[in-house]
């Protein structure tokens, strides 16, 4: 069931909706989650250089290397005619860029008009070197920030892209008690991550796994005052504690979710942390509902933490849906004071209280969709700090 | 055993070394197999805009999310002045960027001076967005292409990382097993991408897994003309064919391997490929010695393809060491007529036969390191079309 040609031609419409909307004659479109919902495009070839060229009218271009354009009509619904492949010369030349070749296309295949183009100079895969090479090949185009145009079109999900989520949620689930299930005694933390990469690529029944944007976290003990650190060969001690956060991810869409485990009775002060945070999020929660801003939401949570005088300046979230490394986050709504997004049925976000203490810390998350009254839980977990008696 | 102080105190002054052939008077690094490389810093932070900045004598600044900065030197090995967190405010915002907090950072600690600044414009996580903040900052620098001035310095491995290496291609030989073994009549991609994916995660003995920068990719049947298809639920019927390309991870080093495996009896057409193929393959392990040009070596495969009327434009291999998503080459050596590299005992590489044909192909590859009168296998497996009854 990939995207229908139907649900393609709305993400298109509303795409260039915007688009004409903010006067832009015409998107570059790099960053891999956005080429995945304008085309269905679906392969790790975005570590090379790659363009979607989207006019106001008319089949969008796709360029890419040759060797990923020979298969990519097998995951975009796009003519074969519009998918170009650059030579493999072009691959890592000191003095060529594939981007001038790209360049080179465009202006034959006539974009090369004078106007504004949309571009995306935050995405993760449009390099300098790109950037220059399009400057330089189609000096007509006015480059203009596109701020994230794609990603705010993605924000608000079709009945389609809801039951993707949905199946995320549920390996998300099954991911988390396999790794909860994998902590122990002297467990090490790579294998700890086998047990959950076994369960996110395997999925549930009736949905398979897809590979997460991002390989699971488990801060530990007093590194888990910092977030990002990944997996070692590091043994667990009775008495830490460790956090998990991963996601579950179905046919590209992410849901992600953290749960903190102590192993064996857990000290005092995590546990009394863990409890606040869990209390939090739970008023959180309630208050998250269509018509509400998120920034009121975030004051929730600022003033459940205030009472019990605990300051956190990371935001408490963000929007969630296709994910691609190295982020599975939308870069479009961020939970924190200054996000005055109103909120509207069919958002999902990661809501995730991420507690980085110095020397200690706890993670508590929960992926939901915005319904017509209020939240839906997409993952599924005990939401309290886990005991593992782990003999 | 991360790296000792020695050893990166000889990776940052050949850096410099270089620097000051190019005319550099300071190194904007963003890359993070390169930031690992010159400091041992290891998180997954990479998709928030972070730098190190090398001058050319004194200790280098890091400059990263606050959040990631609090950890950071649980890894790195720099003073703790000399690690600089930028505010969580300044995460996704329109009108600022943490970059522009780099700037000024950087030029309060006195490296706002003319001169020529190195950068590296074909690095992924360097943002357009990052580079103009840049620019704009720092007026006074004149920023230059470094022309991957750090991935040139990683290319001669030190015993220390060769050890790693061997690690790395002990766990990419134990994934391939675990790979081949979960191919079975009815398999799905996603299930042996599982298996994979738990051996890469645990590793062997007293060698740890670590997560490799790309997914294990399954190009299968008719779709095995494109080499970067990601795993989906599609099942494994008899008679078809699967290449498996993955690599083994350890402490962040990268071997990868490619081997293709035929569910019951192989075509004609693959076996007589997958014949010329091995047989390239060795004549190329032969010819690959200290002081012979990469592209007259490339000139054996060249010619033994011409002998059997086969072309192949795409690469025959790269150089390799560290890696992170979403590519685990080094961007450096490519295997192929025009790369006039001489080669050195201690450079790593992965040659790799990659034949995709239209409508099936097979992929074929070793990791090697160069020794002092030839070649190191770093990965161990059957050297063939690998046939599995697969009941």
Redesign the interface.
Known sequence: MPPSTEELADRLARTRARMQRSGLDGLVVVDPANLHYLTGY??????MPQLLFVPLTGEPLLIMR???A???H??ALLSRERILGY???L??Q?DAHPFDWAAEQLREHGFAHRGRIG?E????????????ALERGLPEWQLV?S?DLVNWVRLVKSPYELELMRGAGRVASAAMRAGIDAIADGA?L??I???I???????VEGV????PA??P?LPTGE?A?????????RRLDRGEAISIELAGAHRRYHAPLARTVSLGRPDARLAGLAEITAEGLQAVLEGMRPGAVVADVHGIWREHLAQHSIEK???LG?SIGIGY???WGE?TV?IRG?DLTVIEPGMCLHIIA?M?MEGYGCELSESIAITADGVELLTDAPRELIVREGA
């Open positions: 679906d392969a790790w070839s975005f570590y040759a060797m990923d020979g298969g990519a097998r995951t030579p493999e010369s691959v890592h000191r571009y100079p935050e995405a993760h895969f449009l390099t300098v070197r790109s950037f220059h920030d701020h090490r790579n294998d991550a086998a047990a990469q076994f369960a996110q690529a395997t999925g398979e796994g897809d590979y991002i390989v976290m590194s005052d910092t977030p990002h650190m990944t997996f070692s060969a300046p990371s935001r963000y490394p190295p982020d870069r961020s200054d991420g980085w």
